[in-house]
């Protein structure tokens, strides 16, 4: 019999030391990781959840331990109790790997390598294990009196790694820049990382670090150099900057923006489950989460909630005659169909907003006659091919629907015109919802 190899070896053991070391919880679910999820969205969707299940309003209790909090409620005679601990998306990913968290709360994606490292009991990037609780917008955060409006991702770029170090580099007064981060252990730190910083820049010494959104903002709002980013939610009293990519517009985080990622600073906001493994307590509360009435408490928290509302978008000067004249009798739904990989598979919020429409529709009392997809690509070569593409993408939504329930939806394709996103983008492969004026 041929010996196991040392890679197999390591597995076995690493799993038995999970098996083995992981204490058991005292309490029904917990729920580790990012400060942006942790802090505020993820009590009031455990709390509304909770709400359902116990004869009486839920209670919250601190832990001692600062960022953690424990909710709970009476339920039959039974207490349920579950802990959240908001101490970063990174952490997250250790809890559940080792089976300590039930849920991962994160505010960026899961890595290959995470992936990896638990492939053999769970696939992370499955549709049963990644679910998109909610979407938020990385803000880009000044004083209130800030001159300065808008900036391009190179230029915060530029001005977090310290290569522009003053106001009136770039028009404004005459003051140096003070820089406000988010700490290493933060997935809103690596999305900033990921989305601005990119591997042309790295954050400047001077810039101080914080592992709570909230009071980094609020630090930057009694600063008059200061600039920071936080997730939406915690704005608070500093003032919002509009942000450009590549040769696009600058777009202001909003309801329609954000919702609809064209903001070049949109992120998604997850939950991670072990797939089959999960727990049906934490499979009850992902449901509860992703639902209508959990996207509810999702636009109460201040992020941008899932469930689709229809917009009359304002354009400005850069939008073309033949897409004002193609919409002029529609207003916009704030969802996007976005694509996995290639050209023709939906990812998997994509996957959720099929019903989510579907379901729109039938509270508004509306039918899929009275929708149009509009397709777009990235720039090509050839105008013909963008168009191809276009067409192709909004159709594949559009059989998509149809096995949904909702069938011959009108479609579309406006080619590689309007990019949301500079050239390579994949924010620009995109397909719209628009509706029909009542």
């Not at 790997?97 to 390598?113: D, E, L, M, N, T």
């Not at 009196?145 to 900036?151: A, E, F, G, H, K």
């Not at 309801?255 to 903001?263: G, I, K, P, R």
């Not at 777009?376 to 329930?405: P, W």
């Amino acid at each position: 019999m041929a010996k196991p190899s040392r890679k197999l070896l390591t597995l076995c053991l690493f799993v038995l030391a999970t098996v083995v070391l992981t204490p058991a919880s005292a309490h029904e679910l917990e729920i580790h990781g990012s400060n942006t999820v942790g802090a505020t969205l993820a009590p009031m969707l455990v709390s509304g959840y909770l709400q359902q299940l116990g004869d009486s309003n839920p209670s919250s209790r601190p832990t001692g331990e600062e960022n953690e909090q424990i909710l709970s409620v009476n339920a039959g005679g039974r207490n349920l109790s579950v802990l959240v601990a908001a101490h970063g998306s990174s952490t997250g990913f250790r809890t559940l790997a080792s089976g300590q968290a039930g849920i991962w709360a994160s505010s960026r994606p899961v890595k290959p390598s995470e992936a990896e490292q638990v492939r053999m009991r769970a696939d992370l990037t499955a549709l049963e294990s990644e679910h998109v609780i909610a979407i938020d917008g990385l803000a880009i955060l000044v004083h209130p009196s800030n001159p300065i409006n808008q900036l391009s991702i190179d230029t915060i770029g530029r001005i977090f790694a310290g290569d522009i170090r003053n106001w009136a580099e770039l028009g404004g007064s005459n003051r140096p820049i003070s820089l406000y981060a988010r700490d290493d252990r933060s997935g809103t730190w690596d999305t900033f990382k990921s989305l601005v910083l990119g591997k042309d820049y790295q954050l400047d010494a001077s810039a101080l670090r914080y592992e709570s959104n909230d009071q980094l903002s609020d630090d930057v709002s009694r600063d008059p150099g200061g600039i920071g980013f936080s997730g939406l939610a915690s704005v608070r009293r500093s003032k919002l900057v509009a942000v450009s990519d590549g040769d696009a517009p600058a777009l202001r985080p909003n309801q329609l923006t954000v919702a609809s990622e064209d903001y070049p600073l949109s992120r998604r906001l997850f939950m991670y489950t072990m797939g089959s493994q999960t727990p049906d307590f934490a499979k009850g509360l992902i449901d509860f989460a992703l639902g209508a009435d959990g996207q509810a408490l999702v636009a109460e928290s201040g992020f941008v909630s899932q469930n689709p509302i229809a917009v009359k978008p304002e354009f400005d000067a850069s939008v073309p005659q033949t897409f004002r004249r193609l919409t002029e009798q529609y207003q916009r739904l704030t969802v996007n169909f976005r694509f996995a990989e290639g050209r023709t598979k939906l990812d998997n919020k994509a996957r959720r907003d099929l019903l989510r429409v579907k379901h729109y529709l039938e509270q508004e009392g509306r039918s899929a006659d009275d929708l149009l997809l509009i397709g777009f690509a990235d720039t090509q070569s050839h105008e013909l091919r963008a168009q191809m593409i276009s067409e192709l993408r909004a159709l594949s939504v559009r059989k998509a629907l149809n096995e949904a329930g909702l069938p011959q939806v009108a479609y579309t394709g406006y080619g590689h015109y309007m990019p949301v996103g500079g050239t390579g983008n994949q924010r620009n492969g995109r397909v719209e919802v628009w509706i029909k004026d009542r």
